[in-house]
C-alpha cells in the first residue's frame, strides 16, 4: 500500500509521464460548453477516455445528454466500443451522465510498468472523441 503522499506523487508522475511522452494540446475542457468536458481518467485499477456532462444545472445536464444520445449511431461508428451512462458515480458520490471507452488491459496508476500501455490507449482513443466533438460542435451546442 501507498501513503497518501507517495498515491499523489505516483498520479502526479503518471501524468507528467503522459505529457512529456505524448506532448500535444488536447481539447479536453476547451470545448466552450459549461459542464461538458473530454477527459482521461486514470486510478489505481481503471483508465478511459471520457465525455463529462456535469453542468451544474441538471436540466442542461439532460439535454446535453439527450443531444449526445441522438449522435449514439454517428459515435458508435467511430467509436464502437463505446458506453453510455446516464447514472455514472464518481468516487466523490457526485453522480454525472458519462460517455466513455474504458482501457481494457491490466492497469494500476499505481504499477509503473502498466502506463506505458494506458498512454498509448489514450492517444489512440481521444483523437475520436476529438474528431467526433469537432465534427458535431454545431449539434451538440445546439440545446
Partial sequence: MFSKEEAALLRKEFWTS??????RKWLLYNTQVKGFSLKFV?????????IDIENPDELVNLLYYDQMLSLKVLL????PQIIFNDEFELDSGKTIHRIYVPFEGKFSIHNKNTWRTCFE?????????ESFYHEYEDIIKNI
Fill in 18 to 23: 503522459f505529457g512529456k511522452s505524448f506532448p
Fill in 76 to 79: 458508435e461508428t467511430d467509436i
Fill in 42 to 50: 486514470a486510478d489505481r485499477k481503471n483508465a478511459a477516455v471520457c
Fill in 121 to 129: 490507449f489514450f492517444v489512440e482513443t481521444m483523437p475520436k472523441f
